[in-house]
C-alpha cells in the first residue's frame, strides 16, 4: 500500500461527512451538470478510486446506473455504505483493476488521479476497461496559478503546524495540470474531452482565494484507439506549477442548481473545449 492510500485510510472514518459541506457536495452538483442530457438508465460504471462510495450511489440513484466502486484502502471500502445497484470492492491499484477489457459504458474518477504515482498509466487501465465511444469523467487539481498559488502558500506556510495543518492531503497529492495539458493526456490516452467544469477554492466552491482549484473534465473513449507509446509531454508532478496560455483564456458562466445537487448553489464554470 502507497502512502497516499495510507493516508486516506486514516481519514476514512471521516470521509462521508465530508459531503455534509458544500465544498464537498458541489462534486454531486458537477456531475448532474455533466450528464444532465445523458441517459445511464441500466448502464455499468465503474469509480474508481471511491472512498466511501457517495458518488457511487448517486450515480446509482440519480441516474440508475448499476455501479461498481473498487478503491485501494480497505477501510474507505468497509464504510461504503449498501445501496441498490452499487457493489464495492478493495482493488491494489486502479492502474491494475483486474477487471475485463470494454466492461463498462462509463467510468467516475474523482479526486483520485493526483494519488497515483502514474496517472498515465491510470488513465490507459481506465480506457482500457470502458468500451469504445463510453465516457469518462474525471477531476483533476488545476495547475493554473491563481487556483493553485493560494493553496500552497497556506500548504507550505501552515506545513509545520503539526496534525491539524491546512491542505495536508497535499504531502500525498503529486500531480496537478494546467486544461490544456491534461486535454492533451487524454487524446493520448484514447480520450476525447467534450466538456469542462472548474470549481474549488481556498473558502469553498465559491472561493475568495484560488478560483478553480478543480477540474472535471468530460470524454469520450474514442472507437478504434491503440495506444502508441510514450506520452510525448511531461505533465505536473509534485506541487509545481505546470501553466500554459491557453488556461488563462476562461469564459466563465454560473450554472442553475437543482434541489437535486446541492442545498446551496456553489458556484461551477465552464469552458469551451
Ligand atoms: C480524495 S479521495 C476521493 C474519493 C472519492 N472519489 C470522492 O470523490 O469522494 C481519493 C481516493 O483514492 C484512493 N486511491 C489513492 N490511490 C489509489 C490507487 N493507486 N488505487 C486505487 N485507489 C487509490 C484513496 O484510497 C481514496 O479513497
Not at 511531461?234 to 466563465?252: F, K, M, N, P
Amino acid at each position: 500500500m502507497n502512502e497516499a492510500v495510507q493516508f486516506h485510510s486514516q481519514i476514512a472514518s471521516g470521509w462521508e461527512s465530508n459531503y455534509a459541506s458544500d465544498v464537498f457536495s458541489v462534486r454531486m452538483k458537477v456531475l448532474s451538470e455533466l450528464l444532465a442530457d445523458r441517459d445511464l438508465a441500466g448502464q455499468k460504471w465503474l469509480d474508481a478510486g471511491c472512498g466511501t462510495g457517495t458518488l457511487a450511489r448517486f450515480l446509482a440513484e440519480r441516474k440508475g446506473c448499476k455501479v461498481l466502486g473498487v478503491d485501494a484502502s480497505e477501510e474507505m471500502i468497509s464504510r461504503c455504505a449498501p445501496a441498490a445497484n452499487t457493489k464495492f470492492r478493495q482493488i491494489r491499484d486502479i492502474c491494475e483493476t483486474g477487471l475485463a477489457d470494454e466492461t463498462f459504458d462509463g467510468v467516475l474518477c474523482s479526486s483520485t488521479l493526483e494519488y497515483v504515482p502514474d496517472p498515465l498509466a491510470a488513465l490507459r487501465e481506465l480506457r482500457r476497461v470502458l468500451r469504445p465511444n463510453g465516457l469518462l469523467l474525471v477531476s483533476v487539481p488545476n495547475a493554473h496559478p491563481i487556483a493553485r498559488w493560494p493553496v500552497l502558500a497556506i500548504y507550505r506556510l501552515t506545513k509545520h503546524f503539526g496534525r491539524r495543518r491546512w491542505f495536508e492531503y497535499l504531502d500525498h497529492s503529486k500531480h496537478c495540470f494546467s486544461k490544456s495539458r491534461f486535454r492533451a493526456l487524454l487524446d493520448s490516452c484514447g480520450f476525447r474531452a467534450d466538456a469542462m467544469r472548474t470549481w474549488g477554492g481556498v473558502h469553498g466552491p465559491s472561493p475568495i482565494l484560488g478560483h478553480g482549484t478543480l477540474l472535471m473534465f468530460r470524454a469520450v473513449a474514442v472507437d478504434g484507439y491503440e495506444f502508441s507509446g510514450s506520452f510525448p509531454i511531461s505533465y505536473g508532478v509534485g506541487t509545481s506549477i505546470h501553466c500554459d496560455r491557453q488556461g488563462l483564456s476562461e469564459a466563465g458562466s454560473s450554472f442553475s442548481t437543482s434541489k437535486l445537487d446541492c442545498a446551496k448553489a456553489p458556484r461551477t464554470r465552464t469552458d469551451g473545449i
